[in-house]
């Protein structure tokens, strides 16, 4: 394992064209102009950089992690910016730190512990052909934490499984490290669910040495559809008894019909799935989706599912469903137990979910707001599901991102500029209430 730092600086870049800083519609949710430059931070790392997720310290400070190419290596980069936007001096080298392990490290979920120090989870390999899960843990300075794992690095094989994505990392009170991640051979995609504890080694009290699987195949005869060919993570939240939801995306095909549904599943302590919940464990919704699903859960133990949809001649947009504890449909909520507010772009992928501390249920997300228009969405709900009316346009704001030339081939370049525009913004808040959201290595605060 070798660690190596990097400076960084404030550019006005590639990711920082105008259009990035065009307010959102709607006084409630514009952009905040005491951030960065007019609400816009962009962090300029090595050769090119892209931004995964963002997590909110107590101080205010943020932490972004992500993927950044240094020299031609890909790294894992996390980078620490103070409340103003500004980089954090005291925090790597000039507020940046990067980390090699193996081949092609990829930073893709961040969580804070208690005492301070930042844990990622990515995915990297010493085999490119199959995938493990790495995980990090810094310092508060954003030094090694050389007390886990091996000089602060783990690398975990999960047996002929590749690890495609990691989904989602949170610190249970105990401590223990629990992490969402897309698994399956030769390119196969199922719910994995991971344990570490502490000190970084795998916990094998839960599930097979620490990993539990649902297989995509057993979404298939839960939903009473022919086969489901993609069943791929997009979350996961903690129940204070301990219990794991997770949260994700299920391709599913029946004779003359195909369709991509948000599916929950709910695991025990010891990693098995919980039969008091939906079916055997596993609730398949009638929440549809494009390619993401989000999971938040609310005080009083209600689960709140994040897909997409819209009203008739309308975008398809942010779109949310709730149940009860059990996995039923709460119909209190919106019309029937799902809500949706109109949105005027063409589709969004739903990417993050949280209940403030009122109640209400904000969801973000990668919109397509037009030809060659891509950006933010963010949407604001009640408690019952009713879009909020004092937040952006009948509950919706969207922020563009650019212009972009839609691709017209297969070539390196071309994937490459969608990838450096894509927006993979896990939302976090403030402690004042400002919702965070990043597309690559760019920082907005509404």
């Known amino acids: 394992m070798k660690t190596s730092f990097a400076a960084a600086a404030l550019v006005a870049g590639m990711f920082a064209v105008g259009s990035l800083l065009a307010p959102a519609a709607g006084a409630a949710a514009s952009l905040d102009a005491s951030f960065g430059t007019q609400g816009v931070v962009t962090t300029a790392i090595g050769d090119s950089a892209t931004a995964e997720a963002v997590a909110v310290q107590p101080d205010g400070k943020l932490v972004t992690v992500g993927v950044a190419t240094i020299n031609g290596a890909q790294v894992m980069a996390m980078t620490r910016h103070r409340e103003d936007g500004s980089l954090d001096g005291g925090f790597g080298t000039n507020g940046v730190v990067t980390t090699l392990v193996g081949t092609n490290p990829d930073a893709q979920a961040v969580a804070l512990q208690n005492d301070g120090k930042i844990v990622v989870a990515g995915k990297g390999a010493a085999d490119p052909d199959t995938p493990e899960l790495i995980l990090a843990r810094y310092g508060t300075d954003g030094s090694p934490d050389r007390s886990f794992g091996t000089n602060g690095v783990v690398t975990a094989r999960t047996g002929s499984f590749a690890v495609n994505q990691v989904a989602g990392l949170a610190v249970a009170p105990n401590g223990k490290l629990v992490i969402a991640a897309d698994v399956g051979p030769g ?69 003359g019909r195909s369709t991509t549904r948000v599916g929950l599943v709910r695991y025990n302590l010891d990693g098995s799935l919980d039969s008091t919940f939906g079916t055997g464990g596993i609730l398949v919704t009638g929440l549809q989706t494009t390619t993401g699903a989000t999971v938040a859960r609310q005080s009083d133990g209600r689960l709140v599912a994040g897909g997409t949809g819209g009203p008739g001649g309308g975008g398809v947009g942010l779109a949310l469903a709730r149940y009860a504890a059990d996995g039923s449909l709460d119909t209190t ?50 408690s019952d599901g009713t879009p909020d009316s004092t937040f952006g346009v009948n509950g919706v704001t969207t922020t563009p991102t650019g212009h972009l030339s839609v691709p017209t081939g297969p070539s390196s370049s071309q994937w490459t500029l969608a990838c450096q525009f894509r927006c993979v913004s896990p939302l976090a808040r403030q402690g004042d209430g400002r919702p965070i959201v990043e597309p690559p290595w760019v920082h907005r605060r509404l």
């Open 333 to 382: 909520f919106g019309a029937g137990g799902a809500a949706v507010a109109p949105f005027t772009g063409d589709y969004a992928v739903p990417s993050g979910l949280l209940v403030d501390p009122d109640g209400k249920l904000v969801a973000d997300g990668f919109a397509y707001l037009g030809p060659n228009s891509r950006g933010i969405a963010l949407t604001r709900y009640d």
């Open 187 to 255: 390119g196969v995609n199922n719910f994995g669910l991971l344990r570490f504890n502490p000190d970084g080694s795998s916990d094998g009290t839960f599930g097979n040495d620490g990993m539990a699987v649902t297989e995509m195949t057993t979404f298939a005869s839960t939903a009473s559809a022919t086969q489901c060919t993609a069943a791929i993570p997009g979350g996961l939240v903690l129940q204070p008894d301990g219990k794991v939801v997770e949260a994700g995306s299920l391709d599913l095909e029946s004779p």
